[in-house]
């Protein structure tokens, strides 16, 4: 940008609150899942009665939006659609169920009874998300209720896992902070349950709850009848780590240090996500901006008034432009502060310096400032299995483990897992765990800083491959990078089967985003560390192709780097991909700027 830049027309906020009235609902257009959350009688629906429905797995369309609000999304078995369409069969549906884990910490024993539920009523796997919680694929509409029964026994729940409400909190996992680490959960913690829905109707249909008769009528205090415009994602970081990537999320906290790694205050972000739609250039990723400064028992009240202007603020008739990252860019963030700050009660303070180094996990053994020591293992796609042939057997092992540990296990933004808080007396007897069954405590650079969401053959929204096909494409990548002596350079590198963003493809120094079979868009030139997008280099790439256009990359890479310097910011220098500042630049200039000599 430069002073050339016309200065920004901003809309005129509105000063009411949602409508939650149907009739009024209708006459203003409001989109048709607004009238759903408004019939719904608080996210109950026809829920309770379409699971005694047998003659199909599938549930009512409208139930399928309500369910997300369960942690549950209605899928179907792409693989199979083919032969059962053949057939005349319906549909292999099942129910892909996410778990509300804020901080990503569970205990042993909830561990055990994780792993019995996958191998139950799921698919025989635990998959870790890139939102540092579990989910299952897979159950049937038949044991949902059993599996619902099964979570709440761990004393874990799936309540707004997904939805239009704030999602699973994340929050940095940083092994070698621990004062930090626990300032982060515990404020994580608190926003979650502060932020929780408090409908019944979560227990009432999974666990056959008491219904909520008579009395005093049920309502939503923070939420009211229609809850949020979209989804809300809040995490926060503690640098140097940004592994939970904050400027990738509508709210974020960063933490502000002292010397002795004591938290000080939070840097607040706002505005930041990662979903669009191909061929729609008003639709974009954006970067967070950092918004202000508050203090450490101030953190709560700021997310809950974020989140309650957005709740107030954000587009009701189109959801491709209802997140928070479409509020600021059309009432600006000064106007969006103000109000913040209104409804917090006083003035803020502006940010405080900080610097991140990386958005990876840090692997192998970590010992904490607390004297606990800590093991990250590498999780290819956070997909927690056990391999068939001589790979690693994390499924089995991990629950070795959890039989015997008595610390925590933490998940990380990356999909990986950590066992966490180990005595110093119990770090041989995990170690020999970890070598038994194979399980890896790191990886090569690439696949390191590698995230892949699920796609095919589950995931509806998918136009390709990116779980299944990743591995692949990183040996490829791994023989070209090790060609030019790159083997050991940490570039981040992510996939996603379609434009939504679930792997933060748009804010990776090479972003996979899939436009159909075997096809994708080639984004590079993001940051590091996550606070930069990056650009669309070249369209509708081939898997057969990848390798051939990023192999001259790698080379002007290896032969032109500065001491330090990191490959998206080479690109930006070297004038092969054009910056992108934010996100309503980020269709623009796109392409290769020049031929590759």
């Known amino acids: ?99 509300r884990i804020a901080g990503g910490v569970v205990t042993p024993k909830q561990w055990l009874v994780l792993d019995n539920i996958a191998t139950t009523y799921a698919n025989g796997t635990l998959r870790a998300t890139t939102r540092q919680t579990f989910q299952y694929h897979g159950v049937i509409k038949s044991n949902l209720k059993r599996t619902m029964a099964a979570i709440d026994a761990a004393l874990l729940d799936t309540i707004a896992a997904c939805g239009d409400v704030n999602r699973n909190v994340m929050a940095s996992t940083n092994p070698a902070q621990s004062g930090a680490h626990k300032a982060a959960y515990d404020l994580g913690k608190a926003i979650s349950d502060t932020l929780l829905p408090k409908t019944n109707a979560w227990r009432e249909i999974w666990l056959d709850g008491e219904k909520v008769i008579g009395g005093e009528p049920e309502f939503e205090p923070v939420y009211g009848k229609t809850y949020l415009p979209r989804k809300f994602k809040i995490v926060i970081a503690v640098p140097p780590s940004n592994e939970v990537d904050v400027f990738a999320h509508d709210l974020g906290f960063i933490a502000i240090l002292d010397k002795k790694n004591e938290v000080t205050g939070w840097n607040v972000t706002v505005g930041g996500g990662m979903g669009m739609t191909h061929g729609e250039p008003d639709t974009f990723p954006r970067t967070a901006d950092v918004m202000l400064f508050c203090k450490p028992d101030e953190a709560v009240r700021v997310a809950e008034a974020v989140m309650t202007v957005q709740r107030d603020w954000g587009n009701r008739k189109n959801r491709k432009n209802a997140r928070l990252k479409y509020t600021i860019e059309r009432y600006g963030l000064a106007a969006f502060r103000a109000e913040v700050e209104k409804r917090f009660g006083k003035p803020l303070s502006d940010p405080k310096p900080f610097t991140f180094t990386g958005n990876g996990d840090r692997f192998g053994w970590t010992e904490g400032d607390d004297g606990r020591h800590h093991l990250t293992l590498y999780v290819p ?125 748009f804010i990776a120094e090479i972003g996979f985003v899939g436009r159909g079979p075997e096809r994708y868009h080639l984004y590079l030139g993001a940051a590091f560390d996550g606070s930069r997008l990056g650009k669309l280099y070249a369209e509708d790439v081939s898997s057969s192709e990848i390798r051939t256009i990023l192999d001259p990359l790698f080379a002007a890479y290896a032969q032109g780097k500065t001491a330090g310097e990191r490959f998206g910011d080479f690109l930006i220098r070297a004038g092969y991909v054009e910056k992108t500042f934010n996100g309503p630049d980020f269709h623009t200039k796109t392409g290769a700027l020049k031929a590759i000599a």
């Open 1 to 99: 940008m430069d002073d050339l830049t016309p200065p920004r027309t901003y809309e005129t906020p509105p000063t009411t609150r949602p409508i939650d009235e149907a009739d009024a609902a209708r006459e203003a257009g409001l989109a048709h899942n607004e009238h759903i959350k408004i019939a719904s009688g608080f996210l109950r629906g026809t829920l309770a009665d379409g699971l005694l429905k047998h003659a199909t797995g599938a549930i009512s369309e409208d139930d399928g939006q309500l369910v997300k609000f369960h942690g549950m999304y209605l899928q179907d078995d792409r693989d199979l659609r083919p032969e059962r369409t053949k057939k005349k069969l319906d549909k292999a549906y099942s129910f892909m169920i996410r778990l």
């Open 381 to 505: 796609s956070g997909r927690i299995k056990d391999d068939l042939g001589d790979g690693p057997k994390l499924l089995a092992g991990l629950r070795r483990i959890a039989e015997i540990h008595e610390g925590d296990f933490r998940l990380t933004g990356n999909q990986n897992v950590i066992i966490a808080n180990v005595p110093s007396e119990k770090r041989a007897e995990i170690e020999a765990l970890v070598d038994e069954y194979g399980m890896q405590k790191g990886a090569s650079a690439l696949r390191r800083n590698s995230i892949a969401c699920v796609a095919l053959p589950t995931c509806g929204l998918a136009l390709a491959e990116s779980e299944r096909y990743l591995p692949d494409l990183m040996t490829e990548l791994e023989e070209s990078l090790a060609s030019h002596g790159l083997q050991d350079d940490e570039i981040t590198i992510r996939m996603t089967g379609c434009p939504n963003g679930c792997a933060r493809p």
